[in-house]
Every structure is written in C-alpha cells, then in structure tokens.
C-alpha cells in the first residue's frame, strides 16, 4: 500500500542542518521577496511569507534528490524526471505569516487545449503541449528551524478521507507528499519558520 506523504527523520547531526541553514541564508537571504501563488501572483490573503530561489547545482540539492528518490522508490512509484524549473523554494514565516490551503498541482495548473470540438485551428499546439508537458507530482519540503524557534507554523495536509493531520517539526525531518494533496501553513504566531521547499515533476499523468 503506498501513503499520501512519508517523512524522514534524518538525524542529521545539529551541526550539518546549521551548515545548510548558515549557507543558505548567506546566500540567499539578500534575494528574498514577498512569496507569489502558482502563476506569478501575489495574494497576502492567500499567502504571506518571503522567499528566494535555490539552483538545484547547490550542494543541497543533492541531498534532497537522495530522499526524493529513497522516498519514490519505497512508496510512490511516480515517473520522475527533474525538481520543476531546476530550483528549490528557501522560504521564511515570520510572525502573522502563513499560507492557506492549496495544492501544488492539479487541471488549474496544467496546459488548457486550444482546439475546439473538429476545428483543426490549434490542434498541433495541443498535441505538442500535451505530449511534452511536464507535471508537480512529489513535493518535498526540509525543516530548517528548530521546533523551538517559532510557535504556530505547523504544515497540515488532508487524507483521501478528508482527515486533517500535521507534518513533524523535527528540525532536518524531509517531508514528501503527493502534489495533488490539499495542504497549508499554519499562522506563525512567535519567532520564524525556515524551510526548503520543492516540486518534482514528470510527464503527464496517463
């Protein structure tokens, strides 16, 4: 039976998670901006949180492909080709920050055909664009703050049963869930959340 999301507890020791936690703010602190929705568009009703973008040349980003494919290995079985657009989300919650429930994937985010009912107009795009199109399948996302850090922040996805259930806060734990899963950030109510975040994509679902 496959799972909806798994999770790992690293075990890193304190000082490796500083390590990536310290380069990566170093780097990519200065580049941070208000976070945008799927599509480039900035809603802080929907989410409101700062974040800067991670080439997947980082070091990091081979060690998060290592779980990613531990993680589709052992449970999802997804056809997988690359971390969508080739960079990673470093994102930060700061006090009264969140981001309300959302999927990463789903028909809203994939290409809409042109032609219409036997009007040949556009047919070539769609068949091109339908064949070629890469989709989110597995998202991922690494607990870069310790748990003490911050209060509130907790992530919360839904179950196929509509059940609500909340990810571990264990600093270095990798998360990794199906990108068609509802899910959300909680308010962050004291201190700051830091995380890395990502999407794996494939072609299209068949």
């Not at 997804?78 to 789903?106: K, P, V």
């Amino acid at each position: 039976m496959a799972f909806q999301s798994v999770w790992y507890y690293t075990d890193l020791p304190e000082d490796i998670v500083d390590i990536i936690e310290r380069d990566v703010a170093e780097t990519f602190d200065p580049q941070m901006q208000d976070s945008k929705l799927h599509g480039d568009a900035l809603n802080k009703d929907k989410r409101n949180s700062q974040n800067a973008w991670i080439p997947t040349n980082h070091w990091v980003g081979g060690f998060l492909w290592h779980y990613i494919m531990r993680a589709n290995r052992e449970n999802f079985l997804y056809d997988l080709r690359c971390i969508d657009g080739e960079s990673m989300q470093y994102t930060r919650y700061g006090e009264g920050q969140f981001y309300g429930w959302h999927n990463d994937a789903g028909l809203a985010t994939q290409y809409k055909p042109v032609a219409v009912g036997n009007r040949a107009e556009g047919l070539g795009q769609d068949f091109l664009n339908e064949n070629i199109e890469m989709v989110r399948k597995l998202s991922f996302a690494m607990q870069l703050s310790d748990p003490d850090d911050y209060e509130g922040g907790n992530v919360q996805l839904i179950d196929e049963s509509g059940n609500k259930y909340v990810v571990p806060r264990k600093r270095g734990t990798i998360v990794l869930f199906d990108s068609r899963t509802q899910h959300r950030v909680l308010k962050v109510t004291k201190g700051m959340r830091k995380s890395i975040v990502g999407w794996t994509v494939g072609p299209r679902w068949k």
